[in-house]
T-cell receptor, first 109, second 117 residues
Framework: GNSVTQMEGPVTLSEEAFLTINCTYT??????LFWYVQYPGEGLQLLLK?????DKGSNKGFEATYRKETTSFHLEKGSVQVSDSAVYFC????????FGQGTELSVKP | GAGVSQSPSNKVTEKGKDVELRCDPI?????LYWYRQSLGQGLEFLIY????????KSGLPSDRFSAERTGGSVSTLTIQRTQQEDSAVYLC???????????????FGDGTRLSIL
């Protein structure tokens, strides 16, 4: 079946540190892949997406590359800020969104 | 407004009562989805509408749950005879189009926080 696995949190980083949140998926074919972010007290917001192999999605300094060979879509940011503290969800689209369990990121000043 | 609107934002009700949750999608979006977010289960798909039809209802957890969409726009999710395990945040999302091979991003409302006493 279709599924998404994310690295477990919480992840705690200092401001300006490098961020990686791992995401791997299992799916038939090549689904579109997404990262959504949920800031404290807010709803889910689309962060970035990639629709085919080797596509790179990017937004607000975050990047993720659709890797078919490793079935991965890891989220990266070169220098995190306190305002990036949130829960991040990796998801694939197969008629509906199938989400990973979410990774909580806390950035300390 | 420009985004997906859900009401009420919070609902507290007694076990056994019926509740109705409403979603107003982004204008022009033909696909509408309901999800539920709970501590134990994460984010779970409930139902998908394309226009007024629901080709995928596979996520509805029991026959106490039903949903409809009218005029290709507003959708209501109804939970009958609520149970404590129904407590969760119910999220609605819409996208320009859907389907098995769809790749349009879904835009989410802020959700309805449902608490069953």
């Amino acid at each position: 079946g279709n599924s998404v696995t994310q690295m477990e949190g919480p992840v705690t980083l200092s401001e300006e540190a490098f961020l990686t949140i791992n995401c791997t998926y299992t799916a038939t074919g090549y689904p579109s892949l997404f990262w959504y972010v949920q800031y404290p007290g807010e709803g889910l917001q689309l962060l970035l997406k990639a629709t085919k192999a080797d596509d790179k999605g990017s937004n607000k300094g975050f990047e993720a590359t659709y890797r078919k060979e490793t079935t991965s879509f890891h989220l990266e940011k070169g220098s995190v800020q306190v305002s990036d503290s949130a829960v991040y969800f990796c998801a694939l689209m197969r008629g509906k969104l199938i989400f990973g369990q979410g990774t909580e990121l806390s950035v300390k000043p | 407004g420009a985004g997906v609107s859900q009401s009420p934002s919070n609902k507290v009700t007694e076990k056994g009562k019926d509740v109705e949750l409403r979603c107003d999608p982004i204008s022009g979006h033909t696909a509408l989805y309901w999800y539920r977010q709970s501590l134990g289960q994460g984010l779970e798909f409930l139902i998908y509408f394309q226009g007024n039809s629901a080709p995928d209802k596979s996520g509805l957890p029991s026959d106490r749950f039903s949903a409809e969409r009218t005029g290709g726009s507003v959708s209501t999710l109804t939970i009958q005879r609520t149970q404590q395990e129904d407590s969760a945040v119910y999220l609605c999302a819409s996208s320009f189009s859907g389907g098995a091979e769809g790749n349009q991003p879904q835009h989410f409302g802020d959700g309805t926080r449902l608490s069953i006493l």
